[in-house]
Each structure stands twice: as C-alpha cells, then as structure tokens.
Nanobody, 124 residues
C-alpha cells in the first residue's frame, strides 16, 4: 500500500497563490497515477487534476485550467498542486489520490489510495 500525506493548505485572499504537496510513503510513487480532488462542505468530491506516472501527461478540470498546475518529483516521492489566481469558489478540502492501473483517471472511484486532506480557504 501507499500512504499519502497532504500539506500546504491555509487561508489566503482571492488572487493569491498556494502550493500543495502530497508526500507518499510505503511504495514508489512512480508506480502510480496521481490525482488531486477537492470537496467543499455539502458537495461531492470533485476532480481537480491528474498526472501520469512519469509526469508526461496531465488532465485538469475546466474550473482550474490555466490557473492550477500539477507536477511530480518521483525522486522525492512527492506530487504538487500549484494554485494561482485563487478564487473563493476554490475553498475546499483538497485530497491527493493514487491509482496504479491506467490513464487517464478523473473519477474519484477509480483511485485506490487517499490522503486525509488539507484545507484551503480563499477569502474575497
């Protein structure tokens, strides 16, 4: 199994930037497709971004395209989500997830391993 721990969340103002990290342990991160999801109170968990095993391919939700960048450093067993031009509607708990079997993966049910999340709050 792979264990995932997110960090980097916080309270920021609209227009600010934030970088989330997801550190993996237990297995080599390079074996997994990695995704970021988010969940606001009372809402379903939604796809944000995904990155393939080597980082050569990425996918983004339309709502974050052009503002967020997903990247990975397999040598450090870490995945990142750089979030720019943040909006109040980006407020949510952000989760990273890992999946080993295929690409692309944009549905939460396709991911096998999850972190506990990190809260991002964007004030207007």
């Amino acid at each position: 199994q792979v264990q995932l721990v997110e960090s980097g969340g916080g309270l920021v103002q609209a227009g600010d930037s934030l970088r989330l990290s997801c550190a993996a342990s237990g297995r080599t991160l390079a074996n997994y497709v990695m995704g970021w999801f988010r969940q606001a109170p009372g809402m379903e968990r939604e796809f944000v971004a995904a990155i393939s095993w080597s980082g050569g391919s990425t996918r983004y939700a339309d709502s974050v395209k052009g503002r967020f960048i997903i990247s990975r450093d397999n040598a450090k067993n870490t995945v990142y989500l750089e979030m720019n031009s943040l909006k109040p509607e980006d407020t949510a708990a952000y989760y990273c997830a890992a999946e080993a079997t295929g690409w692309p993966r944009t549905l939460a049910r396709e991911y096998d391993y999850w972190g506990h999340g990190t809260q991002v709050t964007v004030s207007s």
